[in-house]
Structure formats: structure tokens, C-alpha cells
């Protein structure tokens, strides 16, 4: 491969991301859910944005107001599911957007770095941002990532093209600060671009001191802006869901106890040989070998550095990238100190263009194998789209997502818009898929109210009855699992689960064959204002009977006689009939507690 003209090495960068990210756009619904949009936090940004769209406010169950979003990301996604109807729709729009994103990221980078280090080492290191294993975990999934990315590039070009003028005008310096603004607003921990900025321009900023102030006022006013509409509107000063994560890294953490977890949290290095790690040998921060190895890994890959260092340093001084190679590691240490273990795919982002920085610099000076180099990561692009429909081909039981797109569905079909349901894992895809009111109890998407009362204090059953919250979603195996032994969050407070199994039904399970893994849904059977679960002839594939809600107002008070003996087999006097339907509620709630959800009728 001989070195390209700029226009033939667009080309390649864009056709290049387009194959390894866009092919997934042919999948079905639920494979694309499987296989791009795994986690569920994404859906918290697709459920807000919808209800944003329809004029329902910055909510995510309809009902709390939260700011549990980065505001640009979400801003984006708004005109998204304003415009693209349905569920499916809108997720393939969303992939569109990141894909776009990330070509223009690709080919702003490289216009940067071509003339510093030449054609195949500037291709070689835009491709790397692909090619490299995990990637398309961080920028393919819904998240702020590929739009945090591209701005990174932009405030790095912009301060490139300011430091080229001898004595750049103010309003440069002022536009410089903007995208410094944007670039936080799209992720808060890339509020670090205005110190490096500073840092790095200081000796321009003494010699033209009125640029300090343009370059700082945008920066300030809409950090400004930001905290007090926060605090106005959600009555916090940051983003819920970043409270709620820092609480569970630093309070609440179920390893917090463990001094040797604890220790194997803080040895686990940020950098994108950890992924590799976490594929072959498991979570680093769980398992002994796994630290050991990672540690290991990295302290080849430093060593390799210093031996290099006189390329890195060449490389660095040509292509002038320590600016923005420091924004990203900063970026990373201030994700690590803040959240510990609970760092997520996403949050690897700039792990991973600084990596793709490094190997396009250590390649200046070489051009053969900047060549190989390029190709070889030109191949590792295209076959992402192979490997994801191999991925997109195996067994969907063998995901919980399967399962609880399911049970999305089934609440669809069985229940009333105005019911409410809870849970700890998958409310976001719960919510999207079954355009019911869900209220996600990991706190993320919720409102300060709830951080102060469940998050801080533990008051989850007076919260779930306070709420009004009749139905309880949970991870959970076999076809009747008990929620005592479902899937047990960390900010559970003790004994409350197993007095929540009390209070809740069994409605209905999906699992795979084997049992695990499966998703379950359970009933507050007592409400009487949205109905009771009764057995019903109808049977999920698995041959298991379902239990749908009836509402009392549907069938009468005086039908109720009927309904019981239908259940209990137990005659019930007519006096009985009469009374007060509070006490009728009650009834219904004795005999549900005692009856075995899923019996099979006869």
C-alpha cells in the first residue's frame, strides 16, 4: 500500500467505519438489541429523549423529573425520536448518528495528523480507533462516547490552528472555548480540556492577557448555566446518575467490606490491554490471576514505551498531540477515582484513541511498516461486520436481554398504560419495549428525592408503596423462582427482600431451558385500583400458565363470589359481598399470598 492523497485515504477511513460499524443496521429488532444496544443505560438516554420529544419533560418513567443524562448527548437524541416513530426505528437512527460521528472524528484527526506524520501512519492510527478489540463496545452503544470523541478532536484542531497564527484575535480564542464548552457538556469529565488548554497555551496567554478571559467565558458561563439549571430544576447540583454511581463506588460497593477486593479494584489499570484481560481471564477487580496478569501486561507495555521513548518523543514533538493525549488520560484518572470498579465500556473511550494516537506516532519515520500497519487494521475493521452478524446468529436463550424483551412484551399485551412497575436491572429496555411507566431503583435515571430516600437511606418498601409501584421486574431462573433468591442488588437493605416476597406475586417467568438465565415479573396483588392476578387458560411456549391482571372495576363487586371460588374452590357468603372493598382488596390478597401462582389448572 503506497502512501494516499487525502482524498483516496477518506475514502478508506469512511468506508472502513461505515462496513465495521453499520453492519448491524441489517439485523432484526432484538438481535440488534443483543448485539449493539447491550446495555441498558442507553435506553435511560432513548427513554428520556421520547418522553422529551413528546412534551412530557426531562423524565424517565413519566412521572420523576431527572437530569441523570449528559445534556448535549441527550439534546441530540431528542429531534431522533421526535422524528423517527416506533421502537425499532429510532434505534437504527441512533446507530446512524454514532457511525457519522465517528467518520468525522476519523477524518478531522487525520487531516490533523497526515501532514505531521505522514499518509499510513495518520491511517494507520485513525483505523486503530476500530480496529482495536473492544472498541466498538465504547462507541457503537447508544452512549455519549462517539460525539465526546469527535469534539476532543475538534478542541485539538482548533487549538492547533490557533497556535499557528502569531498573535491570534480574540474571537478565535473565544471559539476555542466553546468547543471546550460543548466538549464537556457532552461528557463532564472532559471539563479537564480547559485546564490542559490553559496549561499548554500559557505562554501565549501571558503575552495576551484579554485571551485568558475569551478564552475562559463561554467555559464559565455555561458551567454556570449548567449547575444552576440543575440545581433549579432536579434540585442537585450534578447529574443524578453520576451521584448515584460515585455512592455505590465509595459507600455502597459490595466489595466495600473485602479489603482484598478492594485492593484488587485499585490495581486494576485503565488502559485497553484490561479489556483484552477481561475477555480470556474474567473482571480483573474479581479474580486474583486476572489483576496479576493485567499488571503484568501493562508493565510490559511501559516498558515498551521507554524503550521506544525516543520515537515517541520524536513522534510526539511532529505531531503535537500531547494536548489532547493528556486530555484523554486525565479523562480516564478522573473516571477511575470517581467510580472505582463501576467503569463501563464506554467509559474506555478516550483509553482508546489514545492508543490509536500512540501507534500512529511510534509509526512516524517508518513507512513500510506504517503501510502494514494501516492495512493490517484496514482488515480488522471489515471484519467487524462479520463477526457481529456470527454474534447476532447465536442463541438468543442464552441472553437475558431475549428475556426481557419478553417480558417488555408481555406487559405490553397485559397491562393498562396507567399501571407501574419497578426494577432493578433492564428497566431501560423494560420501559423503551413496553412503553409502560418503569421506575429503575439503581437510582440512575431517578430524581434527587429518590437518591436522599433509597440510595442514602434505604427506604425501599416505604418508597415502593408510597409510589404506588404494583408490579416488580428482577433477573430470576426456573420457571418459579421466589424474588428472595432473584437477583439481589447491592443497595438492598437487609431483610427487605425477603419482606418483599411477601408482598409481591409471582406473575409470570421467561428462562431458557436449563433455567438460567430468565426474567421474572411479580404482582402486588392488593391493588384494587388496577386489578388482582387470576390463572387464566392461556400458556407461554414453555406450556407454563400465565397469571393476568383483572381489574376489579372490569368485572363488578358482584361478581367477586365467582371470582374466588374460581381460585380458592371455597364458597363465600353472600354478607360477604357486601362489604367494603378495602377489606374485599384484602381478601383477594390473603388468598393470592396462599395460592401457588402457577399451578396448572386442572
Same mark, same amino acid.
Given at each position: 500500500?503506497?502512501?494516499?492523497?487525502?482524498?483516496?485515504?477518506?475514502?478508506?477511513?469512511?468506508?472502513?467505519?461505515?462496513?465495521?460499524?453499520?453492519?448491524?443496521?441489517?439485523?432484526?429488532?432484538?438481535?440488534?438489541?443483543?448485539?449493539?444496544?447491550?446495555?441498558?443505560?442507553?435506553?435511560?438516554?432513548?427513554?428520556?429523549?421520547?418522553?422529551?420529544?413528546?412534551?412530557?419533560?426531562?423524565?424517565?418513567?413519566?412521572?420523576?423529573?431527572?437530569?441523570?443524562?449528559?445534556?448535549?448527548?441527550?439534546?441530540?437524541?431528542?429531534?431522533?425520536?421526535?422524528?423517527?416513530?416506533?421502537?425499532?426505528?429510532?434505534?437504527?437512527?441512533?446507530?446512524?448518528?454514532?457511525?457519522?460521528?465517528?467518520?468525522?472524528?476519523?477524518?478531522?484527526?487525520?487531516?490533523?495528523?497526515?501532514?505531521?506524520?505522514?499518509?499510513?501512519?495518520?491511517?494507520?492510527?485513525?483505523?486503530?480507533?476500530?480496529?482495536?478489540?473492544?472498541?466498538?463496545?465504547?462507541?457503537?452503544?447508544?452512549?455519549?462516547?462517539?460525539?465526546?470523541?469527535?469534539?476532543?478532536?475538534?478542541?485539538?484542531?482548533?487549538?492547533?490552528?490557533?497556535?499557528?497564527?502569531?498573535?491570534?484575535?480574540?474571537?478565535?480564542?473565544?471559539?476555542?472555548?466553546?468547543?471546550?464548552?460543548?466538549?464537556?457538556?457532552?461528557?463532564?469529565?472532559?471539563?479537564?480540556?480547559?485546564?490542559?488548554?490553559?496549561?499548554?497555551?500559557?505562554?501565549?496567554?501571558?503575552?495576551?492577557?484579554?485571551?485568558?478571559?475569551?478564552?475562559?467565558?463561554?467555559?464559565?458561563?455555561?458551567?454556570?448555566?449548567?449547575?444552576?439549571?440543575?440545581?433549579?430544576?432536579?434540585?442537585?447540583?450534578?447529574?443524578?446518575? &453520576?451521584?448515584?454511581?460515585?455512592?455505590?463506588?465509595?459507600?455502597?460497593?459490595?466489595?466495600?467490606?473485602?479489603?482484598?477486593? %478492594?485492593?484488587?479494584?485499585?490495581?486494576?489499570?485503565?488502559?485497553?490491554?484490561?479489556?483484552?484481560?477481561?475477555?480470556?481471564?474474567?473482571?480483573?477487580?474479581?479474580?486474583?490471576?486476572?489483576?496479576?496478569?493485567?499488571?503484568?501486561?501493562?508493565?510490559?507495555? +511501559?516498558?515498551?514505551?521507554?524503550?521506544?521513548?525516543?520515537?515517541?518523543?520524536?513522534?510526539?514533538?511532529?505531531?503535537?498531540?500531547?494536548?489532547?493525549?493528556?486530555?484523554?488520560?486525565?479523562?480516564?484518572?478522573?473516571?477511575?477515582?470517581?467510580?472505582?470498579?463501576?467503569?463501563?465500556?464506554?467509559?474506555?473511550?478516550?483509553?482508546?484513541? &489514545?492508543?490509536?494516537?500512540?501507534?500512529?506516532?511510534?509509526?512516524?519515520?517508518?513507512?513500510?511498516?506504517?503501510? +502494514?500497519?494501516?492495512? &493490517?487494521?484496514?482488515?480488522?475493521?471489515?471484519?467487524?461486520?462479520?463477526?457481529?452478524?456470527?454474534?447476532?446468529?447465536?442463541?438468543?436463550?442464552?441472553?437475558?436481554?431475549?428475556?426481557?424483551?419478553?417480558?417488555?412484551?408481555?406487559?405490553?399485551?397485559?397491562?393498562?398504560?396507567?399501571? %407501574?412497575?419497578?426494577?432493578?436491572?433492564? &428497566?431501560?429496555?423494560?420501559?423503551?419495549?413496553?412503553?409502560?411507566?418503569?421506575?429503575?431503583?439503581?437510582?440512575?435515571?431517578?430524581?434527587?428525592?429518590?437518591?436522599?430516600?433509597?440510595?442514602?437511606?434505604?427506604?425501599?418498601?416505604?418508597?415502593?408503596?408510597?409510589?404506588?409501584?404494583?408490579?416488580?421486574?428482577?433477573?430470576?431462573?426456573?420457571?418459579?423462582?421466589?424474588?428472595?433468591?432473584?437477583?439481589?442488588?447491592?443497595?438492598?437493605?437487609?431483610?427487605?427482600?425477603?419482606?418483599?416476597?411477601?408482598?409481591?406475586?409471582?406473575?409470570?417467568?421467561?428462562?431458557?431451558?436449563?433455567?438460567?438465565?430468565?426474567?421474572?415479573?411479580?404482582?402486588?396483588?392488593?391493588?384494587?385500583?388496577?386489578?388482582?392476578?387470576?390463572?387464566?387458560?392461556?400458556?407461554?411456549?414453555?406450556?407454563?400458565?400465565?397469571?393476568?391482571?383483572?381489574?376489579?372495576?372490569?368485572?363488578?363487586?358482584?361478581?367477586?363470589?365467582?371470582?374466588?371460588?374460581?381460585?380458592?374452590?371455597?364458597?363465600?357468603?353472600?354478607?360477604?359481598?357486601? %362489604?367494603?372493598?378495602?377489606?374485599?382488596?384484602?381478601?383477594?390478597?390473603?388468598?393470592?399470598?396462599?395460592?401457588?401462582?402457577?399451578?396448572?389448572?386442572?
Amino acid at each position: 500500500m503506497r502512501d494516499l492523497s487525502r482524498r483516496g485515504a477518506a475514502g478508506i477511513i469512511a468506508a472502513a467505519f461505515a462496513v465495521a460499524l453499520g453492519g448491524v443496521l441489517f439485523l432484526g429488532t432484538d438481535d440488534l438489541v443483543r448485539t449493539v444496544y447491550f446495555w441498558d443505560d442507553e435506553f435511560y438516554y432513548f427513554q428520556i429523549a421520547r418522553n422529551v420529544a413528546a412534551g412530557q419533560g426531562f423524565t424517565f418513567d413519566g412521572v420523576h423529573e431527572t437530569n441523570g443524562f449528559q445534556p448535549l448527548w441527550l439534546f441530540l437524541l431528542v429531534p431522533v425520536f421526535g422524528l423517527a416513530p416506533g421502537d425499532d426505528l429510532p434505534l437504527r437512527a441512533v446507530a446512524v448518528l454514532e457511525i457519522g460521528l465517528l467518520i468525522a472524528a476519523g477524518l478531522w484527526l487525520f487531516r490533523v495528523l497526515a501532514p505531521r506524520l505522514g499518509s499510513s501512519p495518520a491511517l494507520a492510527a485513525v483505523l486503530l480507533i476500530v480496529a482495536q478489540p473492544g472498541s466498538t463496545k465504547a462507541f457503537r452503544v447508544g452512549m455519549e462516547s462517539s460525539l465526546s470523541l469527535c469534539l476532543l478532536v475538534i478542541v485539538w484542531e482548533r487549538w492547533l490552528a490557533l497556535t499557528g497564527l502569531e498573535r491570534p484575535p480574540l474571537r478565535r480564542w473565544l471559539t476555542l472555548g466553546g468547543w471546550c464548552s460543548l466538549c464537556y457538556l457532552a461528557r463532564l469529565e472532559a471539563i479537564v480540556a480547559v485546564p490542559v488548554v490553559l496549561l499548554f497555551s500559557r505562554r501565549r496567554l501571558r503575552q495576551q492577557p484579554a485571551a485568558i478571559a475569551a478564552l475562559l467565558a463561554l467555559p464559565v458561563v455555561s458551567a454556570v448555566a449548567y449547575l444552576a439549571w440543575n440545581r433549579l430544576a432536579f434540585d442537585t447540583w450534578l447529574p443524578i446518575s &453520576g451521584m448515584v454511581k460515585a455512592h455505590w463506588a465509595w459507600v455502597e460497593s459490595p466489595w466495600a467490606g473485602s479489603a482484598r477486593e %478492594r485492593l484488587l479494584a485499585w490495581l486494576r489499570v485503565p488502559w485497553v490491554g484490561d479489556r483484552l484481560v477481561q475477555h480470556v481471564l474474567g473482571q480483573p477487580f474479581r479474580s486474583p490471576a486476572a489483576t496479576v496478569v493485567n499488571l503484568l501486561l501493562a508493565g510490559v507495555a +511501559l516498558a515498551a514505551a521507554w524503550r521506544a521513548r525516543r520515537y515517541l518523543r520524536a513522534g510526539l514533538s511532529a505531531s503535537r498531540a500531547a494536548l489532547l493525549l493528556l486530555c484523554c488520560a486525565l479523562m480516564v484518572l478522573v473516571d477511575k477515582a470517581t467510580l472505582r470498579h463501576l467503569l463501563a465500556d464506554w467509559h474506555a473511550a478516550p483509553l482508546f484513541l &489514545g492508543t490509536a494516537l500512540i501507534g500512529g506516532i511510534l509509526l512516524h519515520g517508518t513507512p513500510r511498516l506504517a503501510r +502494514l500497519a494501516a492495512a &493490517g487494521a484496514l482488515l480488522a475493521c471489515l471484519a467487524r461486520a462479520p463477526l457481529a452478524a456470527w454474534y447476532a446468529q447465536r442463541d438468543p436463550e442464552e441472553h437475558v436481554i431475549h428475556y426481557v424483551l419478553q417480558a417488555a412484551r408481555w406487559l405490553e399485551q397485559h397491562t393498562t398504560p396507567s399501571e %407501574r412497575m419497578t426494577t432493578w436491572r433492564w &428497566g431501560g429496555i423494560l420501559a423503551y419495549f413496553s412503553h409502560r411507566r418503569v421506575t429503575v431503583l439503581d437510582g440512575l435515571p431517578n430524581n434527587a428525592d429518590f437518591f436522599r430516600r433509597v440510595v442514602q437511606r434505604g427506604e425501599i418498601e416505604a418508597y415502593l408503596k408510597g409510589e404506588g409501584l404494583s408490579w416488580l421486574g428482577a433477573p430470576a431462573c426456573g420457571p418459579a423462582p421466589s424474588f428472595r433468591a432473584a437477583f439481589t442488588p447491592a443497595q438492598m437493605p437487609g431483610g427487605a427482600q425477603a419482606r418483599l416476597e411477601q408482598e409481591f406475586a409471582l406473575a409470570v417467568a421467561f428462562h431458557s431451558e436449563r433455567g438460567c438465565p430468565g426474567y421474572a415479573l411479580w404482582r402486588a396483588p392488593w391493588r384494587t385500583d388496577v386489578g388482582v392476578l387470576l390463572p387464566t387458560e392461556e400458556q407461554d411456549p414453555a406450556g407454563q400458565v400465565l397469571l393476568h391482571p383483572v381489574g376489579l372495576e372490569e368485572r363488578g363487586l358482584h361478581r367477586l363470589e365467582e371470582l374466588l371460588e374460581s381460585v380458592s374452590g371455597a364458597r363465600i357468603p353472600d354478607a360477604q359481598a357486601r %362489604r367494603p372493598a378495602r377489606e374485599l382488596a384484602q381478601n383477594l390478597r390473603e388468598l393470592s399470598l396462599r395460592m401457588d401462582p402457577l399451578q396448572r389448572l386442572q
